[in-house]
């Protein structure tokens, strides 16, 4: 039998009846181990008078009820969390906050090297080799070099994105890369740096996550550095749900990994095609399994076999991950994670602020609407304006409303920043 772990490079080569087989008997486990070992999903079960047992075919998935943010948040981790893990010795992972309501996430150790292998099998598909180097330009703290990379394999040279792009293009310059990994908006802006800087910077090809990329960005960026760019949708749930191969028509499902689903307007969902709501089933997180969740990127799904000889589906997110540029009075660009990043550990996680929306209705303007936690405090105000002020490092008015509720967008999504400021070169 093949060990799971090969299975990842070996399932490029199937066809897609094959992988819907595949993940037609990752489902059926799921369903039963859900049900007999997590908590929230048993209940559930027996609430909408669900048999594990007829969960029998990936059309059987409708009979399980859709997973939303808050769910997660009110059940965690007591009752989401599988009774087979504890959860102080799983790798939890937290979204940044960007859509207005962070949660946590526990992985086990198995698919945390499934969903590692998995970003590899993306990472080769660019045509980057092993033995090259890659830039990785993220936000720390920055993990430890797995055995393969002290071995020169995928090795990455890690750089903070909160040095000023001035300072990541010298760092650049000082080591040898064949692919920069980065966020869309902080390459914008360390793009429109590379002009007026000495330095040559000449990668073999560029790899973005995290935010939407958009045509305007991603043909910016491929002018100023000189090669093509490719898209990776990627999640703190599910870390790499799909990615893009050499021909750039839409990014391919990671289908052996997960399910993904398209909701429509009507609330009717499909696998097959379609445009509205990502609901996301992981085939593998047995600590923490999510089941049908939705996510609230809104993209469309088609099926088809690829130039590139792959039969993975593709998507493309064409109107979110639903965070917006902000662009100040200088011109400078803020992407919405750097924003993000430094308010909800300092709020959100503290329970001081539930949610909360940051407007910009001019390039100097800001409202923000929040909701109160349960430990909110006067204080809280003006911690918040300063924080926001310090990120966004220029002077603007900032003005504070405190909400009973924040509204979804007709989307269903909580945007968590708004800019209504076109933004110019």
């Known amino acids: 039998m093949t060990h799971p772990h090969v299975s990842v490079f070996l399932n490029i080569n199937k066809d897609y009846h094959s992988l819907q087989k595949i993940q037609e008997k990752k489902l059926r486990f799921l369903a039963n181990y859900a049900y007999n070992k997590v908590a929230y999903y048993n209940k559930v079960f027996k609430i909408y008078d669900i048999k594990p047992n007829n969960i029998r075919t990936l059309g059987d998935i409708k009979k399980i009820p859709i997973l939303n943010r808050m769910d997660i948040v009110k059940n965690y981790p007591q009752s989401i969390v599988s009774k087979s893990f504890n959860v102080k010795k799983c790798y939890e992972r937290s979204t940044s906050g960007s859509s207005g309501i ?60 909160d040095n000023t792009p001035e300072l990541i293009l010298e760092k650049l310059a000082k080591i040898n890369y064949k692919t ?78 997960l399910i993904v689903e398209i909701k429509n307007k009507d609330g009717n969902t499909s696998i097959d095609y379609g445009k509205g709501s990502f609901i996301i089933t992981g085939l593998t997180n047995k600590a923490m399994p999510l089941i049908r969740y939705e996510i609230g990127d809104i993209g469309s799904i088609k099926n088809e076999k690829c130039n590139c000889g792959l039969e993975f589906p593709k998507i493309d997110l064409f109107e979110g991950r639903n965070d917006d540029f902000i662009q100040l009075p200088s011109g400078k660009i803020i992407g919405p994670r750097k924003i993000a990043t430094n308010l909800y550990k300092i ?40 924080i926001l002020q310090k990120v966004l490092e220029e002077p603007v008015t900032i003005k504070i409303k405190i909400k009973k509720n924040i509204p979804k967008n007709l989307h269903g999504k909580l945007r968590s920043i708004e800019s209504k400021v076109k933004i110019r070169e």
């Open 102 to 161: 962070p949660i946590t996430v526990a992985f086990d150790n198995f698919s945390v090297r499934n969903y590692e292998l998995i970003g590899i099998r993306s990472l080769l598909l660019t045509g980057h080799k092993i033995l090259d180097r890659i830039a990785y330009i993220w936000y720390p703290p920055f993990r430890k070099d797995r055995l393969y990379e002290r071995l020169g394999i995928l090795k990455k040279t890690y750089i903070s994105v």
């Open 180 to 257: 920069i990994y980065c966020y869309p908006s902080v390459l914008f802006e360390i793009a429109k740096k590379l002009d007026n800087s000495n330095y040559k910077i000449k990668p073999k090809r560029i790899i973005t996550q995290g935010e939407l990329l958009t045509k305007e960005v991603r043909k910016f960026i491929e002018e100023k550095f000189d090669c093509k760019t490719f898209n990776h949708y990627g999640t703190t749930e599910f870390y790499i749900i799909a990615s893009e191969c050499r021909y750039h028509d839409g990014m391919h499902v990671n289908m052996d990994n």
């Open 347 to 386: 709020f959100t996680f503290t329970n001081k602020i539930e949610k909360y929306r940051i407007v910009q209705n001019m390039t100097e303007k800001f409202i923000v609407d929040i909701v109160p936690g349960n430990k909110f405090n006067e204080n809280v105000i003006t911690e918040f304006k300063n």
